[in-house]
C-alpha cells in the first residue's frame, strides 16, 4: 500500500473499528499525522503560539486526528489477532507504548476472527496466489 493509498483509506473507515489494517497502512497514517503535526505547529509558531502551548491549529488537528488514529490502532490490533480493547494498554506510562508499538510492528496473522488476511487481497481485490 503507498502512503497516498494508506492516508485515503484511514480516512475513508474514519470511525471503523472493525477489520483489519496492514502494517504499511497503520505506519503510512502515523507518518502523515507527525508530518501534520509538524507543519501544523510551524504555523501555530507563525502565528505567535509561544513555545510549550498547544496552537489552535495543533489543537484542532489533534481533534480531527483522534478517532481515524483510535480506528486505525485497533484495526492494526486486529490484523495481528489481539483484541482492540489492547489498546488501553497505551494509558499506561511509558510501558504502554512500547507493547503498543511491539504490537503494531508484529506482521499479520493470516485469516482470523476478524476478518481474510489483508494480504490476501492485491488490487482491484483480486486473491493473490502465496
Not at 21 to 35: D, K, N, Q, T
Not at 65 to 94: E, K, M, Y
Request: aromatic share 10%; net charge positive.
Amino acid at each position: 500500500m503507498s502512503f497516498v493509498d494508506a492516508i485515503k483509506t484511514v480516512l475513508s473507515k474514519y470511525v471503523t473499528f472493525s477489520g483489519r489494517a496492514r502494517r504499511s497502512e497503520y505506519w503510512f497514517w502515523l507518518l502523515a499525522v507527525v508530518i501534520a503535526n509538524f507543519v501544523a505547529s510551524f504555523i501555530d509558531r507563525g502565528l505567535g503560539t509561544e513555545p510549550g502551548r498547544v496552537g489552535i491549529i495543533s489543537g484542532l488537528l489533534v481533534l480531527a486526528t483522534f478517532l481515524p488514529n483510535l480506528a486505525v490502532t485497533v484495526r492494526r490490533l486486529h490484523d495481528t489477532s489481539r483484541s482492540g480493547w489492547w489498546v488501553l494498554i497505551g494509558l499506561v506510562p511509558l510501558v504502554g507504548a512500547i507493547v503498543l508499538i511491539v504490537f503494531a510492528a508484529q506482521d499479520s496473522h493470516g485469516d482470523n476472527q476478524y476478518g481474510p488476511s489483508p494480504k490476501a487481497v492485491g488490487q482491484g481485490g483480486a486473491p493473490v496466489l502465496q
